[in-house]
């Protein structure tokens, strides 16, 4: 064995004690700080509302239960809506919700609000939790334990304190940008179907639009027509005037007026700009900027790379960071891709997807994040457009040179393992 080869095998075994380790104190210490941060034992006053997991799940059963009784008007009452939410779960009033999502998801809140609250959470979680896995599967079918730490990823962990849905979105957003161009039909369906949160399907619909995926783009828009059409049939018009009445307003002047104990939580650049005291049009200037280039060059690189793990990784972490109001926990939508693009090895991409250090920060921000959301200080949008700027570099890079476009200085070439050293 020659001593290059020894070397590179002793790299790859250093590269896979580092993901260990971050991959198993990830979860550590995500586990750690779900305990000191959320006191999830303490459901009357703490972060947890009604189970010592999955907090904004009582939002979304509440959604569901609301609309099997045709209680509708009560989504949009804001004083009465939180009334019912402190009463049914023996929670802290001041503690407040807002159920702020379109119709066309009630009828997938219904069976879970028909069921008793602690079995509807439970299941809520489980399946989510699958479906990170199925996301995973669909990039590293054979990498079982990339598809174990998408699982256990800090990412991961918050989805499940916060109780939201980003499993089912991750699944639906990883297939959407890895089948658009050969499965244009079911992508759309995805698409549509992550019309749920609007906004996450309009950001994608415009990456697979410059991406050239315009079939995939148009199939949804029949699908999307026909779920409004099965919302209005279950629950008649009212819950769409009100939608439009009070919460689409609602959830607008949110962003555009700057509510600073609502957005101090949002990881967004504009938000993070709002928060340091910048002027709004800066704000803005920063945050379309940096969301234009990444979806031009995520975009461009899905058009002529194709869908591998880092592209998609590069996509849905575009589709994100273009999104004014966006959510430590959203960050799961990516967390399949992100770790299947960090840590799932791939015969001659000796060009770590990440280095070490923003690779780390990407990795474990959702861990910290509400821990800086309560200091204010807008961490994680910074983290978050950093890593996924730093990672498009590379990848551009990367691409540019392998094809011959651009001439890389020798100390910036990708090295090569030392078996396609010698063969090229």
């Known amino acids: 064995m020659t001593s290059c080869a020894v070397e590179h095998g002793s790299a790859v075994d250093a590269a896979v004690r580092t993901r260990r380790l971050l991959v198993a104190g990830g979860f550590v210490l995500s586990l750690v700080l779900f305990f000191v941060v959320y006191r999830p034992w303490d459901l009357a006053n703490a972060f947890m509302i009604g189970a010592p997991f999955g907090r904004d799940f009582a939002n979304f ?6 609309a099997l009784t045709g209680r509708f008007d009560l989504l949009v009452d804001f004083t009465g809506y939180n009334d019912f939410i402190a009463t049914t779960f023996h929670h802290d009033p001041t503690d407040q919700l807002v159920f702020s999502y379109p119709p066309i998801l009630l009828p997938f809140l219904v069976p879970f609000g028909a069921l008793p609250f602690g079995l509807a959470v439970l299941v809520w979680t489980v399946l989510n939790v699958a479906l990170i896995e199925r996301s995973a599967r669909l990039l590293a079918d054979h990498d079982r334990a990339c598809r174990v730490a998408a699982c256990i990823s800090p990412a991961t962990v918050t989805m499940v304190a916060y109780g939201h849905f980003g499993g089912a979105l991750a699944l639906l957003g990883t297939y959407a940008v890895t089948h658009a161009a050969k499965r244009p039909r079911i992508a759309g369906l995805c698409l549509a179907l992550m019309s749920v949160k609007p906004q996450f399907a309009v ?3 415009v990456l697979l639009l410059i991406a050239g995926r315009w079939r995939a783009v148009l199939w949804s828009l029949p699908v ?4 409004v059409g099965l919302s209005l049939a279950m629950f008649g018009l009212k819950p769409w005037v009100n939608f439009l009445e009070w919460t ?5 002047q949110l962003v555009t007026h700057y509510a600073p104990e609502v957005l101090k939580r949002t990881a967004s650049l504009y938000a993070a700009a709002s928060l340091l005291g910048l002027p709004e049009w800066i704000g803005y200037g920063l945050h379309f900027g940096v969301a234009a280039v990444a979806l031009i060059g995520s975009a461009t690189l899905l058009r002529r790379v194709g869908a591998t793990p880092r592209i998609v990784a590069l996509a849905l972490l575009s589709v994100l960071i273009a999104l004014p109001y966006l959510h430590n926990y959203d960050l799961a939508v990516a967390g399949p891709a992100v770790a299947v693009a960090l840590f799932a090895g791939k015969p001659g991409e000796s060009r770590p997807f990440l280095s070490i250090v923003p690779a780390t920060l990407l990795w474990l ?3 910290f994040s509400l821990s800086f959301d309560m200091l204010a200080m807008p961490v994680t949008p910074l983290v978050v457009a950093g890593a996924l700027l730093t990672a498009l570099c590379g990848e551009t890079i990367r691409f540019a ?3 011959g476009r651009l001439i890389c200085p020798p100390a910036l070439r990708p090295r090569l393992p030392p078996n396609e050293a010698r063969t090229s």
């Open 61 to 66: 059963w509440a959604g569901g239960h609301l």
């Open 203 to 205: 950001s994608l619909g």
């Open 224 to 227: 999307t027509l026909g779920l």
């Open 401 to 403: 040179t392998a094809s």
């Open 365 to 367: 921000v959702p861990t």
């Open 248 to 252: 689409l307003p609602f959830q607008t």
